[in-house]
């Protein structure tokens, strides 16, 4: 395989070429800093312009409705520059929290591999894995537009299972489907190709690694909805 010439061309083979984007990163690991960093600012952007285009006043009423029924200790908290500041913390935490447990995982999980990578490594490989969610910030921008802002804070974002079901505030299922992420099955197929590039694992030994995390975590929760 041949590397990615350079840390842009690198960005580019993620979505073109992901084995060359792993081959560049396995001796430039540093080069992974700008997929995280990128992660961490397109959430300021589209949060940013959310709160400019909503009509404020239409969405609290409706957060009020719904949060009345769920966490009236919350409404409280309904003020604009408090909810942007939420989202887009919570954007970023959750981002930096997969990237950090998946790096984790994949760490201990390549353990048996005569090729071993410290902890680091695997982090710029969980950025890569993750990247395709700033797709999905531009494709909930777009959607954004074409709704002239008429789209409530917990739809708005197309990385989530959410942004297509639009389950509102006072369903259990609300804080799963917010969680879940559209691109799971193109985060499972980057995964693989990086214990594919980086490890002796067979085909299936990768995609298992790739898929358990994700599957069995969402499993289990869902699990936890339907039993309790």
């Not at 009345?68 to 942007?84: G, V, Y």
């Not at 950090?100 to 994949?106: E, S, V």
């Not at 999980?109 to 990247?131: D, E, L």
């Not at 990385?159 to 297509?164: F, H, I, Y």
Request: glycine content about 6%; overall charge neutral; some cysteine.
């Amino acid at each position: 395989m041949v590397p990615s010439s350079n840390p842009l061309i690198m960005v580019v083979d993620i979505f073109r070429s992901p084995t060359s984007c792993f081959a560049a990163l396995y001796q430039r690991g540093a080069w992974g800093w700008q997929t995280y960093i990128l992660l961490l600012l397109t959430p300021f952007l589209f949060w940013g312009y959310y709160f400019d285009i909503v009509d404020f006043e239409w969405l609290k009423y409706n957060l009020t409705e719904q949060l009345q029924a769920s966490s009236p200790d919350k409404i409280a908290l309904l003020e604009k520059n408090t909810l942007m500041a939420s989202e887009i913390l919570n954007t970023v935490l959750n981002r930096t929290l997969n990237i950090g447990l998946l790096a984790f995982w994949f760490f201990l999980a390549a353990k048996p591999s005569r090729h071993q990578h410290g902890y680091w490594k695997w982090f710029a490989a969980s950025s890569v894995v993750i990247f395709p969610a700033v797709i999905g910030d531009f494709a909930s921008y777009v959607s954004l537009l074409v709704n002239h802002g008429n789209v409530m804070s917990y739809a708005a974002d197309l990385n989530s299972l959410n942004g297509l079901l639009k389950l509102p505030l006072t369903s259990e299922w609300s804080s799963f489907t917010r969680a879940f992420p559209l691109l799971l099955p193109w985060y499972i197929v980057l995964g693989y190709a990086a214990i594919g590039a980086w490890t002796e694992f067979t085909k299936g030994q990768a995609l298992a690694i790739s898929a358990l995390p994700w599957l069995g975590y969402y499993f289990i929760w869902a699990l936890y909805i339907l039993i309790f």
